[in-house]
């Protein structure tokens, strides 16, 4: 994967860009400006790769809004070492950042040929997280719970074994909604039925879907 001073270059203007728009927390701006986003695009599409916005990967999917990517991540407050179970791994984009975060990743796909591509994307570039072929809304209970959960899919209800699969103490991200729109919530684990949700503002996400595709 070729890797220009050109992209580097772009990449340090998309940081600029969304650091302007409120992003805050360093090591995410960082994370952003040293991960290759366009190794993650479809060819067609590298001349947009560093534009903050959001483009088709193909299985009907896309790559989300980098701004968009950063501001979830920036809610879920991630530190090292945590355990974070990521529900839709698309392009690999995020689940990259949550790597360079120092996370343990453990991340969801259910559009086979994503999963296949997400893969060969991430190991090429020598990200390592936990991937699994399956149905997201399930979770990933026998290798719970998480410190965190990220769903990067709008869903028209928070699925209830992704609430049972959080930590006391956890925080779990998700957009909330039909096809017109979610409002990004997040929900902090107190207790075994204790949990206190806020809302964070409007957002557009393709739908998350129960099931695999092949």
């Known amino acids: ?12 203007k998309l940081v600029e860009t969304i650091r302007e728009k409120g992003i805050k927390d360093s090591r995410i701006l960082d994370a952003i400006g040293t991960i290759p986003r366009h190794a993650f695009m479809d ?18 999917q896309t790559i989300s ?12 407050e991630v530190k090292p070492r945590q355990r974070v179970l990521e529900i839709g791994t698309g392009s690999g984009y995020q ?7 120092g996370a343990s990743v453990f991340t969801i796909e259910r559009q086979r040929p994503l999963f296949i ?33 990220l769903v990067t899919a709008g869903a028209e209800n928070i699925p209830d074994p992704l609430l049972k699969q959080l930590k006391p103490g956890g925080i779990l991200v998700v957009p909330v909604g039909g096809e017109n729109g979610q409002v ?11 949990f206190d949700k806020t809302e964070h503002g409007y957002f557009a996400f393709v739908p998350l879907l129960k099931g695999t595709q092949d």
């Open 184 to 194: 990004m919530i997040r929900i902090i684990r107190n207790g075994e039925d204790d």
């Open 1 to 12: 994967m070729t890797d220009t001073f050109q992209h580097k270059g772009l990449r340090k």
């Open 65 to 76: 809004q980098p701004y968009t990517v950063a501001f979830q991540t920036e809610l879920l």
């Open 117 to 149: 591509k997400s893969q060969a994307i991430l190991r090429e570039l020598g990200y390592k997280p936990h991937f699994f072929y399956g149905d997201g809304f399930q979770g990933k209970e026998s290798y719970g719970p998480f410190d965190r959960i």
């Open 95 to 101: 689940t990259a950042v949550l790597l360079e975060l």
């Open 43 to 60: 060819s067609s599409f590298i001349q947009f790769s560093y534009k903050d916005q959001a483009f088709p990967i193909g299985a009907g």
